[in-house]
């Protein structure tokens, strides 16, 4: 099993140019500086309006994260299976 997560972190440094969790952890440092800026830019604005935004761009954020990851992962299957 350890071979194999070896192959596929090996696939993923050469497919990101980097380690992937080095990159996992970027993109989510840098998701939580956006959440962060807004939630300071937004204090004492707090209505119905401004919840359902909240919603929506927080759905989206998940969305753009599961798409990244899934294309990483399908980007790992094709480097496994053309070895």
Do not use: F, H, P, R
């Amino acid at each position: 099993m350890k071979s194999v997560t070896d192959n596929i972190n090996k696939s993923l440094t050469k497919l990101v140019g980097g380690n992937s969790s080095d990159l996992l952890k970027t993109t989510i440092a840098s998701i939580n500086n956006t959440a962060s800026e807004l939630a300071n830019k937004t204090k004492g604005v707090i209505n119905q309006d401004s919840l359902n935004t909240a919603e929506i761009i927080a759905g989206k954020i998940g969305i753009g994260i599961a798409d990244v990851l899934n294309n990483i992962s399908g980007e790992v299957k094709q480097g496994i299976i053309s070895k």
